[in-house]
């Protein structure tokens, strides 16, 4: 979702900006970028480690709604994610939210939208095990009814990338603040932009899963 479909990675920078001064700590942009992809919970334990003085979960609860308080009026997408997701809703493939982020962001982005864009939402605290753990996707697979090598898994993170690689899927990096690179089982698209449910099943084509 942060940074796949919408822009939300500045959002969550500027929260942390905020909690971390708020207790008189420093917190960078440069800071900002080694949480990108990673689990709610170790952002916590890190911006613990920054001088925050709050239980992991009220630091959660505080970045989750600083955000929400932001992004509940409307969201920047990605360039070719919206029109892409409505290409796969025509044609009736099934899709999948898979997010770290709490369900609470991820059906508010579900909810700015005019059509229905998912089948299922996987979001942070409904697993276990989050990103880099292969366990968010392979709940989806299993919630919709399908199996994972036959999906196609979009990531711009290195965690998100690492689970989605990991659940047998088929994977697209799709760079925004990690640098993603070949050679770690998924292919690489500068953007979504241009790209359709043609070039998803090429995938299947051009080798074997994953």
């Not at 890190?46 to 955000?67: H, M």
């Not at 994972?148 to 989605?164: F, K, R």
Request: aromatic fraction near 6%; charged fraction near 20%; glycine fraction near 8%.
């Amino acid at each position: 979702m942060d940074g796949t479909l919408i822009n939300t990675e500045v959002h969550w920078m500027r929260a942390e900006t905020l909690l971390v001064e708020s207790y008189g700590g420093v917190w960078t942009h440069e800071d900002g970028l080694t949480l990108v992809g990673s689990s709610l919970w170790n952002s916590a334990t890190i911006l613990q480690g920054r001088g925050v003085k709050l239980t992991p979960t009220e630091i959660i609860d505080w970045l989750t709604d600083r955000v929400h308080s932001e992004v509940k009026n409307g969201v920047e997408w990605r360039p070719g994610a919206m029109e892409l997701v409505k290409e796969l809703r025509a044609r009736n493939i099934p899709t999948a939210l898979v997010t770290s982020s709490m369900r609470l962001l991820a059906e508010g982005l579900a909810a700015t939208l005019d059509f229905t864009a998912f089948d299922v939402i996987v979001a942070g605290d409904d697993v276990e095990n989050n990103k880099p753990h292969p366990e968010a996707y392979l709940k989806a697979a299993s919630l919709l009814g399908v199996e994972i090598t036959d999906c196609v898994a979009i990531e711009d993170s290195i965690p998100g990338a690492a689970s989605a690689v990991a659940s047998g899927a088929h994977t697209i990096g799709v760079p925004l603040h990690s640098p993603l690179s070949e050679g770690n089982g998924y292919d690489i698209w500068p953007t979504l932009a241009g790209r359709t449910v043609a070039d998803l099943s090429a995938l299947f084509q051009s080798k074997d899963p994953v």
